[in-house]
């Protein structure tokens, strides 16, 4: 199969950890590709490959960006052209560029901004209800990471074209553990978007809280990392905007952009990480800190349920501070090890869904 794969999405967020990884065992396989907005083949791709692996791979340039209103209108008909040279264009995410003539797959993540039209704003919510309407009326079929966010995009888009689940997986770099483990550090730690549906005001009352029961007990209080930049929150209680701006005082760091490298090197030395959203369309957070042999306590949320049925994490309900703050307390002072697992997730497993899924519609 001839794959043109759409690699804008490189190094962005989430969708970029899902686009990078599942890429990189797409390359493993024998189909050619036509990498989209790429000049050349990145090192972090190309280093695992032979040379015969490569000459199956070619790129091409695009400074157009995806999920655009650039791409839908005025996308060079050179790059469509060479685009529609080959079998089939899958995208990680929503978006698909004027002028492609070849079947079309997409990725929809989640619904998010339909399900809590107030994180967007109207005029938000009804550009990504564009994105998503057009991305199902054009696509063969559609991927998604969840039963959860499939059952959403059912419901709110009225859906119905195919969809294929095909989970998230645990990246790389994560499942190749140093024998040696890290030493653990009296530290706590989010990783998210800082948005209202991640739970971050949950989190800072529920950590202050925490805090106090252990001061209490004359007991050493820990650092929250928040892995992110206050800049970047907004928030109508004034509670939280001041616990923000005093991040210092109260043991909160707010780290900014952090590399890959250091952000496992955090995770492992964590005792634990919280995950205190509100909605996902699948989290992959827990996951990765669980590789990296930190207690997890996660929201209750349906998703989480599905995701994470048969893994050692703990639930808090949803929203509620002092069951955040209990269970804090409790994962804390039992200080044990993350009990033995089984992995369920991969991106090999992601990359093998998703390349069935287009031999089906392409035969």
């Not at 492992?268 to 997890?296: D, H, R, V």
Request: aromatic letters at 12%; one cysteine or more; glycine letters at 4%.
């Amino acid at each position: 199969m001839k794959i043109v794969f759409d690699c804008r999405w490189h190094k962005k967020s989430g969708i970029g950890t899902f686009a990078d990884n599942t890429l990189k065992n797409m390359l493993k396989t024998e189909n050619e590709f036509l990498l989209l907005g790429f000049n050349s083949l990145p090192e972090e791709f190309s280093a695992s490959l032979s040379e015969e692996d490569l000459k199956r791979i070619k790129c091409i340039n695009c400074d157009i960006s995806a999920f655009s209103f650039k791409e839908l209108l005025f996308f060079p008909k050179t790059v469509s052209k060479v685009i529609n040279q080959y079998d089939v264009y899958f995208s990680p995410y929503c978006n698909i560029p004027s002028g492609i003539k070849i079947p079309v797959f997409t990725t929809i993540h989640d619904v998010l901004f339909l399900d809590m039209p107030e994180i967007a704003g109207k005029a938000g919510t009804f550009i990504r209800k564009i994105f998503y309407k057009y991305a199902i009326f054009r696509s063969k079929a559609i991927f998604t990471v969840s039963e959860y966010s499939k059952q959403r995009i059912i419901y709110t888009l009225k859906c119905k074209k195919h969809i294929f689940v095909t989970y998230n997986g645990v990246p790389e770099n994560y499942l190749k553990q140093d024998k040696i483990s890290t030493p653990k550090t009296d530290s706590i730690i989010f990783i998210g978007n800082i948005k209202k549906h991640k739970g971050i005001q949950i989190l800072i009352p529920a950590f202050k809280e925490f805090c106090k029961e252990l001061s209490s007990k004359n007991l050493k209080t820990p650092k929250l990392i928040i892995v992110g930049s206050k800049d970047n929150f907004r928030t109508n209680d004034a509670s939280i905007s001041s616990l923000i701006q005093s991040a210092d005082e109260n043991d909160i760091e707010f780290t900014g952009f952090i590399s890959d490298e250091e952000l496992k090197k955090r995770l492992s030395q964590a005792k634990i990480l919280i995950q205190p959203s509100f909605y996902e369309g699948f989290g992959l957070p827990p996951l990765q800190a669980l590789n990296c042999g930190t207690n997890t306590i996660v929201s209750d949320i349906e998703v989480f349920k599905e995701v994470y049925k048969n893994y050692p994490v703990t639930y808090f309900k949803t929203g509620d501070i002092s069951d955040l703050k209990e269970k804090m307390l409790d994962v804390w002072l039992e200080n044990k090890p993350v009990p033995d697992f089984t992995e369920q997730y991969s991106f090999k497993n992601t990359c093998d869904s998703i390349l069935n899924a287009l031999e089906i519609y392409c035969a």
